[in-house]
């Protein structure tokens, strides 16, 4: 079955970076779309990122653009997702994402705190 492992969260100070991990397995990961999303306490989920099949272009959420990179490395099945110059309204869940199979699939997260 398909199965999303995040990791790389952490608490960081603001201007920090972090790179959060997402290990695949259980589909065809080089031929999936996979998103990045998020989750700040008591705000609804949030689209941040996708990687689109058929090439390696990315989009992002505005408030992302020149400071996240979303990339991924078909030979480990990992979806990355680089964050730089990080803000406290960056602090969330995050989660990678894919449609597969007929269905929507996430893995468990992790927490991401900006905080001085």
């Known amino acids: 079955q398909v199965q999303l492992v995040e990791s790389g969260g952490d608490m960081v100070h603001p201007g920090e970076s972090l790179r959060l991990s997402c290990e695949a397995s259980?589909?065809?990961?080089?031929?999936?779309?996979m998103s990045w999303v998020r989750q700040a306490p008591g705000k609804e989920l949030e689209w941040v990122s996708s990687?689109?099949?058929?090439?390696?272009?990315?989009t992002y959420i505005d408030n992302a653009k020149g400071r996240f990179t979303t990339y991924k490395d078909n030979s480990k099945n990992t979806l990355y997702l680089q964050m730089n110059n990080l803000t406290p309204e960056d602090t969330a869940r995050y989660y990678c994402?894919?449609?597969?199979?007929?269905?929507?699939?996430r893995g468990q997260g992790t927490q991401v705190t900006v905080s001085s």
């Open positions: 994402l894919v449609n597969a199979f007929g269905k929507q699939e």
């Open positions: 259980g589909f065809d990961f080089a031929n999936y779309r």
């Open positions: 990687f689109n099949t058929g090439g390696t272009s990315s």
